[in-house]
DNA sequence: CTGAAAGCGCTTACAG
DNA sequence: CTGAAAGCGCTTACAG
């Protein structure tokens, strides 16, 4: 490994040098300039970035802490999260923690201790609390595709009008004469939605029975289960709202697996528009979720605060991205 | 931010008792350790991994390069090689190159200059040359998942038998009667599964056309485009065999958006077995990789491998995982 | 068992 | 414009 000290000497000049020559801070004459560029060449001196991050106290790292990345939503958000980190020259530590409260707090701690620059948590995957106190260190914190019922801080957030998003689906649901609507949701994750769909409820003067709402945790799985719950019921519903487009496949699966159809018997509507969802069969109805600008949106707000050394900057930006329709082929009029 | 200096005062001891405390690696009278620990807890003291990063020259995490992680093989690498790396308290500093060897190259050196502990790069995401002048810096390297005909290196790595893969699925495919088997592969990542494609096909005297293999990228649209130019074909295939399983899933749309059936006019066989594959329409006949098993064994190779100051048993580790043929509905005799 | 000291590889005022 | 020096927060022999 070859160190500041090793160029220094070659170039004959001390390290002070060097650094200024490799940062740019302070102007150093164009002739030792060269002469130390060329050392640097010749011994192929690369900094050392854990040195410089403890004398600047600056690791050039963010934390981004999500749920899963099997979920193609996050999938494709953890990338975008990336690319525009990298084309800032920051590295992403990535944290996943299944929604279970002790592995957020977990790894929000261990990220802690190793002076990330900035910390990103999306979509409820770690306790408020536990994020809270990470805010405290005083490093730059965002929130991304984070409940706004569950807000309760007063910390920068990018995300999603999900609220509206579950008010889109019902009401068109409802358009299409659909009155026994069941909601399958990843609760409290999800809540904003519910919040929707029963605001889209009331407005249409439509009743909501407690066993109109289904519990689900986001995967295929779980929304295969619900809605086999669901057809279980004495009085089975004729449309689905699934809070995510994973949960509203895994329905059309269990749909179809009873012998029924999608459209024809059950309409279905799910939010995220992943790939999947225009390829499932039938295509799905979703909410579209403008995924990689919220991720874009979300990284270059953090990355602004961890330029800003002015605290007072940092006060809570909420930037709304707002979710769109998108009619497919899993919804039809009612019988 | 409370520093070992800080606890060391409160304590009335010097830091490196706290120090020798906090690490146990010399013996501390109970007394004074007890007192030690009361202000690390009254303090509520971290200490910060970048200095002891710094000092011990060791940061506790690894470098992972992937190709993509949208495609949800990776998806279920990248998660389990953090859950690995997470019990043994190491962290996860994550890069896709989306097959772009420069990006790969860029990549690999950002990661160098971090003193990552150790690197494990899958499946060909960055060019063996840019692996190798990493693996000079004298830390550990492992490849995962890639082909074994592009392994050129003396570089550990824990892969899969793509070549029986692709054999067995040629050879199912051939066993159903099917004569006209096309191939839809990625370049020269799937080298291997290509040359069990042909080794198939040999065996069993079946003639290699040139048009028989066709260019894909992975990608569930890759594999639409692909087989849509089978199709086309003076003497189109009867049977697919897919790469891996997102093109397997892109060739199904396409031959039936071309108004044919799958299995009824051509038979399809993936490669990955992702969860999505149980559930297509018609289920995916695939070859099942167990990536999780392998995730597994990279990563506490790489770990091992960063344990052991023994350079000399760095020496080539190969651990083949074998594949097997999942029989699903996809797949059918030949009309 | 504990302390004094040097070192990890950089950066940053401060002199000159 | 360049150098000498201290510092970032730990760890690690080495004395005692």
Chains 1, 2 share one sequence.
């Not at 970035?49 to 999938?75: C, E, H, Q």
């Not at 689900?216 to 449309?239: C, H, I, K, M």
């Amino acid at each position: 490994m070859v160190t500041i000290a090793d160029v220094a000497e070659r170039a004959g000049v001390t390290s002070a040098t060097v650094s200024n020559v490799i940062t740019g801070r302070v102007t150093v004459s164009s002739k030792t300039r060269a002469r130390v560029q060329k050392a640097i060449d010749d011994l192929g001196y690369r900094p050392n970035l854990v040195a410089r991050g403890l004398a600047r106290g600056k690791t050039y790292t963010i934390a981004l802490v999500v749920p899963t990345i099997t979920n193609p939503f996050f999938s494709e958000v953890v990338e975008e999260v990336e690319r525009t980190a990298d084309r800032n020259d920051f590295q992403i530590m990535l944290n996943t923690t299944h929604n279970v409260p002790a592995q957020g707090k977990r790894n929000l701690e261990r990220l802690a201790s190793r002076w990330m620059d900035g910390f990103m948590v999306m979509s409820m995957a770690a306790d408020i609390t536990d994020v809270l106190e990470v805010a405290q260190l005083g490093k730059p914190v965002v929130l991304c595709a984070w409940d706004q019922d569950a807000r309760s801080a007063a910390l920068p957030i990018v995300d999603i009008d999900f609220r509206s998003a579950g008010e889109l689906a019902t009401q068109h649901l409802i358009e299409l004469g659909h009155q026994r609507i069941v909601a399958i949701l990843e609760l409290p994750v999800q809540q904003s939605r519910l919040a929707g769909y029963q605001q889209a409820l009331t407005a249409s003067g439509l009743p909501i029975t407690p066993d109109s709402i289904l519990r689900g945790d986001s995967t295929f799985e779980s929304g295969y289960r619900a809605a086999t719950a669901a057809l279980a019921q004495p009085q089975p519903p004729t449309a689905i709202f699934a809070g995510n487009d994973l949960m509203a496949l895994g329905a059309i699966e269990a749909i179809v697996s009873h012998g029924l159809s999608v459209p024809g018997d059950l309409s279905i509507v799910g939010v995220d528009d992943i790939t999947q969802a225009a390829y499932a069969h039938p295509p799905l109805t979703t909410i579209s979720i403008p995924k990689r600008e919220m991720a874009r949106a979300a990284t270059e707000l953090l990355l602004r605060l961890i330029e800003s050394k002015d605290e007072s900057s940092r006060a809570t930006h909420v930037t709304l991205v707002r979710p769109h329709l998108v009619v497919r082929a899993s919804t039809a009029a009612r019988a």
